[in-house]
């Protein structure tokens, strides 16, 4: 006879939006079961890095995951615009310094890797954590009073409420019946990390050209990350090159920034592609990471999008808890999906127009955007609100993205320790 366990929360998908998730709602009180392959065997094999904004790194640090991360990452103080599309107007180097919004950083560039191991400890040592390792999640059923998993070993689960990190191809996005929009790009990301003899500044630098952003941001050091967006065919050719080969190229795409480039990193490719889901809510089931929307990395949105995911959906369960209402019901489901839709569609619309003006071959495309940056560069107050808008939504943060004094708030609301 199966024996169904049972927990007020199942988070599905065990990478870092989802392990997020899992702290995010323990912290404010639920019973959490978090579901998927053991999460360190992925973080082992991921050398790519995250820049994550003030918000994220707040919501770290009030998760306990930040301490030891810092020592691997580098801050963001800045972020330079270079215009390297060869248009008839070229437009001026723009620089975006966080003190012109009142902040020392924007955030911080910080290894996949320490990341999950980071988020995985405070996962494995959650008191109100059950972590249930499997292969995948094979099935999931939605009740009037809950939801029902079942995973490739036979465990079944149930809480009132799923929040679905499993990633663009949701099994439990589809058993709430919530339907996408999927969009490919032609063009391909090369991530890597790498070695150079100049001082980055601890300034991302982002040059735009004709087949996408080429972004390097600060790594500790003398090194840096790398995300170079190309055609398909060039970019599997350049990440099929030895590493002299690589180098010679990319020291010429970079126009001597960094000087020298030295040692690099193992070279990752994959194709852009860009996805958003309908509801970010809907039948017990909530949306987060990946589930929801995919972005091109363009902007540094990603993993930022699926930790305010994260966060926002423990403000929805708290305020639920405290007031005796059913977690997974369509109330909470209808407040999730407007405090998430316009944060996610607005940078989804942003980053897939941006991409697009750098892609067009007209020329009053060109001379627009070119224009866009020469505004940017002259007009300071448009400028910081720019800064501003990118760094996050407007209007309030999830009490858990605030320094300490709401995270207690929030967790009061619930009942939680």
């Keep these: 006879m199966t024996t169904t366990s049972t927990y007020t929360c199942m988070i599905v998908g065990t990478g870092p939006a989802g392990q997020a998730t899992a702290l995010s709602l323990a912290r404010i009180g639920a019973e959490v079961t978090l579901v998927g392959p053991p999460a360190p065997v992925a973080a082992a094999a991921d050398t790519r890095t995250a820049a994550l904004f003030n918000g994220s790194i707040t919501l770290l640090q009030n998760l306990g995951v930040w301490d030891g991360l810092e020592d691997v990452s580098a801050p963001l103080q800045a972020i330079r615009i270079v215009d390297d599309t060869g248009g008839i107007l070229r437009a001026p180097e723009v620089l975006f310094e966080a003190r012109e919004v009142g902040e020392s950083v924007f955030g911080w560039n910080v290894p996949h890797g320490p990341l ?16 249930v390792e499997t292969a995948r999640v094979e099935h999931v059923e939605i009740r009037s009073d809950g939801v029902l998993a079942r995973t490739a070993e036979g465990t079944e689960l149930s809480a009132r409420l799923i929040a679905a990190a499993d990633g663009r191809s949701s099994i439990c996005r589809a058993a709430a019946g919530i339907t996408t929009t999927k969009w490919d790009y032609d063009q391909a990301a090369i991530a890597t990390r790498f070695e150079h003899t100049r001082p980055h500044g601890n300034v991302s630098t982002e040059f735009h050209r004709k087949s996408g952003p080429l972004t390097t941001v600060p790594l500790p050091g003398l090194a840096s990350s790398l995300v170079w967006v190309e055609r398909p065919a060039i970019a599997k050719r350049l990440a099929e090159l030895d590493d002299d080969g690589f180098r010679v190229v990319l020291e010429t795409r970079l126009q001597g920034l960094l000087g020298r480039i030295g040692e690099l990193g193992p070279r990752r490719l994959f194709p852009l592609s860009a996805l958003t889901a309908e509801a970010y809510a809907r039948a017990r089931v909530a949306l987060i990471g990946e589930a929801a929307h995919v972005i091109p990395p363009i902007g540094a949105q990603g993993l930022n999008l699926g930790l305010r995911d994260a966060a926002t959906l423990a403000d929805c369960v708290a ?28 940078r989804i619309m942003a980053v897939d127009a941006l991409n ?17 940056l020469h505004l940017l560069r002259a007009v300071g107050p448009l400028k910081r609100a720019l800064i501003r808008q990118g760094l996050e939504p407007a209007g309030p943060r999830p009490l858990l993205m605030e320094p300490g004094g709401q995270v207690t708030r929030a967790v009061a609301l619930a009942g939680g320790v």
């Design 356 to 372: 697009r003006t750098l892609l067009s071959t007209l020329l009053p495309v060109s001379l627009l955007r070119g224009f866009g």
């Design 116 to 131: 999950g191991e980071a988020l995985w400890r405070a996962v494995k040592r959650h008191p109100r954590i059950t972590v």
């Design 319 to 346: 305020w639920a808890l405290a007031r005796g209402e059913d977690i997974g019901g369509d109330a909470v489901m209808s407040q999730y999906h407007e405090r998430r839709r316009s944060d996610v569609e607005s």
